[in-house]
């Protein structure tokens, strides 16, 4: 397959950046993006240029590390996917491909295609925890869970923090990602003495990091390649409206 | 978002099943129109009921929009840097189309009360003759008006498509049953109030009332 890249060109966080177009001949449809991206660094290195700076851990879409808008898609066309597991099958050969960073203020660009995504870290210091004495395993069914709780709270811990829903919002909101790390906890026996401070705490933390307000759209949860469902945004609205409206909580945990 | 939105549909309800009293006939529809003005007598004096059902959405107009915009402001400052390739957003066409949606449903609203309430943009306005007013409004000559408000009707069903649906999620619907629940009934709501709406002009529009 013969590509040609429109890659987005970032010297560092002050540098204004721009969108440079790359020709790459010879890619086997079986590479992953990245590989593809891998070759096009080789070249880029053995002309003496300055390779293409991107984020990538474990390649097998687990660790959230890799995120790339491609062709205006988080982690590119195909669903349920990190940008690792792509494939270049999913492409036809002469295409253009654009390649650009995730889009937010509270995810600024550090080099090239790599934001710092700092803002989802404070998220999670805000109330993604429990406290529980730690030392020795308790034993497993001192804590009876239904079993329906304990898929839903699966399904939202699925979440690896790519940042794709901030990506795709139009909002540039992150409040998939907020509500995924509340409902993993908020479903469990576990999670409940702190219920009601850790959502006031994370919205917050949201919201001061400037992501922007949630208006339902939807486009989250159809990026997102763990396949968050809606629905957790709603257990986000509904546990925030209590501890604001009913218990009148504060922040803190 | 949700509260005011919720209080603007009940009333967009109340104003549709008012509406279609014009198939009663004209006396009905007068006496309706003569009624509006003095609910709460002799409890409230004249039009004081009326004043505040208008005091209360104006405010809940004013909240909606104000929310909105904090909203998109929020939306604008949450990404300084555009995207050089962007997908449309894939929820819905509803869900892409609030803002401006909203704005052409404010600048019907405008033109409407200009219309119907005060008359001076209705070649009758006669506000002791509501019937006549409305029959010519939508006269067949004056088609433009006629399609002028079944587009502001049809982008206030868009609107309501997604804003009920949203209304539900913001006030704590969570589960997938009942999500799709709350999609459903939004898009009854959407289609029973441009039905509602529609079925006035277009029946002054093909001479069934006149």
New interface residues.
């Given amino acids: 397959m013969n590509l040609t890249l429109r890659i987005w060109r970032q010297k560092g966080p002050e540098d204004k950046g721009r969108m440079v177009t790359y020709p790459v001949d010879d890619v086997s449809p079986d590479m992953s993006f990245l590989e593809m991206l891998d070759v096009l660094n080789e070249r880029l290195i053995l002309a003496g240029e300055d390779p293409v700076a991107f984020d990538h851990d474990c390649r097998e879409g687990i660790c959230g590390m890799c995120g790339l808008m491609i062709n205006g898609d988080a982690h590119g066309p195909q669903r349920g996917t990190t940008a690792c597991q792509l494939h270049m099958r999913q492409f036809s050969d002469g295409e253009t491909i654009d390649i650009e960073p995730w889009r937010a203020s509270a995810f600024p660009v550090v080099k090239d295609l790599v934001v710092n995504r700092n803002a989802f870290d404070k998220i999670i210091a805000a109330g993604g925890y429990i406290t529980a004495p730690t030392g020795s395993a308790p034993e497993a069914h001192s804590t009876p869970v239904a079993k329906a709780n304990a898929d839903a709270a699966f399904e939202s811990a699925a979440c690896i923090g790519c940042g794709a829903c901030v990506a795709a919002c139009p909002n540039g909101s992150g409040m998939l990602f907020t509500a995924a790390k509340l409902t993993q906890l908020s479903l469990l026996p576990q999670g409940q003495p702190e219920r009601y401070t850790r959502v006031i705490g994370m919205v917050d933390a949201h919201d001061e990091a400037g992501f922007g307000g949630c208006t339902n759209a939807g486009e989250c949860t159809v990026a997102c390649p763990k396949g968050i469902p809606l629905n957790t945004i709603g257990r986000l609205n509904r546990d925030y409206l209590k501890a604001t409206a009913v218990r009148g909580d504060t922040p803190g945990s | 978002m949700a509260v005011t939105g919720i209080l603007l549909v009940l009333f967009l309800i109340a104003h549709m099943l008012g509406n279609l009293k014009v198939f009663t006939g004209e006396t009905s529809f007068d006496h309706y129109a003569h009624w509006l003005r003095e609910i709460g007598k002799p409890l409230l004096p004249g039009v004081w009921f009326l004043w505040i059902l208008r005091t209360v959405l104006v405010v809940a107009v004013v909240a909606h929009i104000w929310a909105a915009t ?2 998109a402001l ?2 604008r ?11 449309k ?4 066409y509803a ?2 189309t ?1 803002r401006w949606g909203g704005v052409i449903i404010l600048l019907f609203v405008i033109y409407h009360l200009l219309d119907l309430t005060t008359g001076t943009l209705n070649p009758v306005g006669d506000a002791s003759n509501p019937y006549g007013n409305v029959v010519a409004d939508f006269a067949p000559e004056r088609w433009y008006v006629t399609l002028f408000y079944t587009l502001a009707i049809v982008a206030v069903g868009f609107h309501l498509r ?1 804003g009920a ?2 209304a539900f ?8 049953r ?2 799709r629940r709350a999609r459903n009934a939004a898009l009854i709501l959407a289609v029973a109030l441009c039905a509602g709406y529609l079925v006035v002009p277009f029946a002054v529009l093909t001479g069934l009332v006149s």
């Fill in positions: 904090v909203l929020r939306a400052a949450a990404r300084p840097v555009k995207y050089a390739h962007r997908k957003v894939r929820g819905s869900a892409r609030m997604h649906f949203s999620r913001s006030l704590g619907q969570q589960t997938p009942g999500e």
